[in-house]
């Protein structure tokens, strides 16, 4: 089809395209995630997009160039649209975009197609991971809880009533159900969902905040501080709704756990009622050392000596570290600190490459829990502050598509993700919002972060590597890029390995997320050295 | 409170011995493998929907 021929009011980019919708056909976003990366590669193919049609899919048409006025798509139709530079190239795109639908793609080798034959020949299941569709979760899950069976269930968009039939269900079963929403599961050593390889030790981690779990155990295992277990509870279970059923239960199971010396507990702020609830359960039944994070919570006072609380994961990191060892806390200074002087310095030196028009951070992060930690410093640094995933203190960002001012945007949260797969895995969101954001003349400093480990992509600084060189190369005036990866050396990317790759493109490695948020900040911020030196003490330092 | 056998499932033993059922993303299921996880996998489809009219005259036989 050319493009000016368009019966679908579909205006393209590309001198020869097709956008066509089978209705009523499912295929999981990262299957189809693969069939887009294997039809791009036909020669003379320029863009490809094979995605279920959700609105997160249509937004992301449009970005890719193929704008339309009226496409009868929805979430439970698949969208195949291709551009290309000749019919041919066309023509051989679409065959094998229809033949991978057909075969399917993947190397499974345990394969089953329903849940009951896979459990009749598989009687001894310790755990399922279950990342299906939200408005199903319930059905299987149901039937695994029955059979006694933890789950981690990963997925998203669980309707609240399923979760507290799900939880309830759990608790007369005794099971352990981690999740929905929990992106983060590790069970001595063995990473469920997104998690890094991490040594086994004595610390073991409850959280409602995936890549909190993912940066505290990443960042302890790289200095000789093992997990045992790392349970991601999901957002939720802190809400009144839930009332923490699950984190109790896994604070329970780490407290009974011999092989678990030291407790931590990282969450977003829990509902003030859940909160109590919570700490109450730990001063009663905790005596194990426990390091408390609720990130963007108030202040508290510990009310017993083996309960401390920290403001950021940084700081819950440091603390781990103290409570186990001198030495060890002088290990985690040495590698993840920097004084207060060397990031002044560093931050005059970043500004003095910038013009005074430039006022403003942008920041586009995989990872929610590095947002709401990245709010925690800067709402204390920066006036106008937006994001899409607000703490108090810091305005809700409306259109989520759009930054103004300061803007700190979870690119996880779920209105980016419907029918696609994680920004963790899949980048093309971020890299397009990336070149979108260099483009503002006022943005002095654009912040990200690179979750490495099982389950994302596996070269997450190599995707954005051309959007990178672009605007460092770019006539349109410097920009400071300031990212932290968030992985250990033994992951499958390797953390060594991808920091370099980020400093050959001239980006600003920090060792730690805060540490990029507070350094982001010096650079716009307005406020004296005695108020950034306080800043500096109460949210970095130990 | 103590803890029953099922939440004890959850802990490995010297072999690594930990069996997991993945259902849903492949992906999570080739990374248990690359990890030496006893782990199986099932290829979840959504069920399919029946016409309004149909379940309405099956809820009525049935």
New interface residues.
Partial sequence: MRGEKSSLKIRVRYPYYTVNVKKGYYMDSIQLLKISEEVKKVPGVLEALIAMGTDTNKELLKMLGFSYEDLNVTPNDLIIAIGAESEDALKNAVNTAERLLEEGIGETREYYADLDTALSKNPDISIALISIPGQYVKDVAMKLIDRGINLHIFSDNVPINDEIEIKKRALEKNVLVLGPGAGTVIIKGVGLGFADKVNVGSVGIVAASGTGLQEVSSLLSEIGIGISYGLGVGGNDVKNAIGGIMTIKALEFLQNDDDTKVLALISKVPDRETEEKILNYIYNNVSKPIIINFLGGHARESAKGNVYFTYTLHQTILKIAKVISENKYVEARNKYLLSFDELIRLADELKRELSSSQRFVRGLFTGGSFVNETLVILRELVNDLYSNAPIEGVAELKNPFKSIANSIIDLGDEVFTRGRPHPMIDPTIRVNRLLEEANYDDVAVILMDFVLGYGSHDDPVGAHADAIKHIMESSKGKKVIIAHVCGTSEDPQNVVEQVNKLRSLGVIVMPTNALAAFLAGLIVTNKSIEKLKYVYDGLIEV | ????K??H????NDK?E??????????????????G?N?????????VKLEKDIEDILSKVM
Avoid at chain 2, 39 to 47: E, F, G, L, Q, S
Wanted: proline share 5%.
């Fill in positions: 409170m103590s803890m029953d099922r939440i499932k959850l802990k490995v690594n930990l069996n997991i059922l993945n259902i849903g993303l492949e992906i999570f299921y080739n990374d248990l493998r690359k990890q996880v782990a199986i996998h099932v290829a979840w489809k959504p069920p």
